[in-house]
């Protein structure tokens, strides 16, 4: 196995930014580091899961993967477009936007977020099954990869609360960007572009 490719692929899908990431931020920016720790939380048991999830029943999905991906992407893309109007509604509402950063909607999330369904029903089967086959090999890394999804939601927790004041000032135009990208992700996973 080669450690570095697969710490690379880890890092560079979870820190890049994605729907969980683009929520997170303009949650730090809403309702404050708090709620959108709960936010985290949710997430990253739910990240830990699907990693399980894909590791055990890696054989039994073969051949479903293809009809899972394809109702994941429409189900996910309607969801980010979804995520994309509740973003940009905020910039524009006078009232602060109720309270959606929870924990629940982090966990919820992952499920219909398409990137991670990917990511998880692709790292294990690459990177681990073709070297390691024990169990405990699997968990192993089912735990290392779920602590680096934890640390990179954690990044963009902090980044958003060290920025914090620059996207209060700018709300309009970070909120209006973060639901263009949004809807950028929806297209690409839709398959439109």
Known sequence: MN????FIYCIVVTFTPG???IVILSSVHHFGTKKAMEYVGGATIAFG???AAS???NHMLAGVIPNILSVMQIIGSVYMLYLAYQIYRMSSAETKPKQTANFVSGLLMQFVN????LFTLTVIPSYVMPYYTSSLASLVFVIIITIIGFLAF???VVFGAVFRSFLHNHQKVI????ALFLVYSAMMVSGIL
């Open 154 to 156: 954690t990044t963009w």
């Open 3 to 6: 450690i570095t490719s697969f």
């Open 175 to 178: 909120n209006t960007l973060m």
């Open 55 to 57: 590791a055990m029943l």
């Open 114 to 117: 398409p990137k991670v369904l």
């Open 19 to 21: 729907p969980t990431n």
């Open 49 to 51: 899961l699907l990693l």
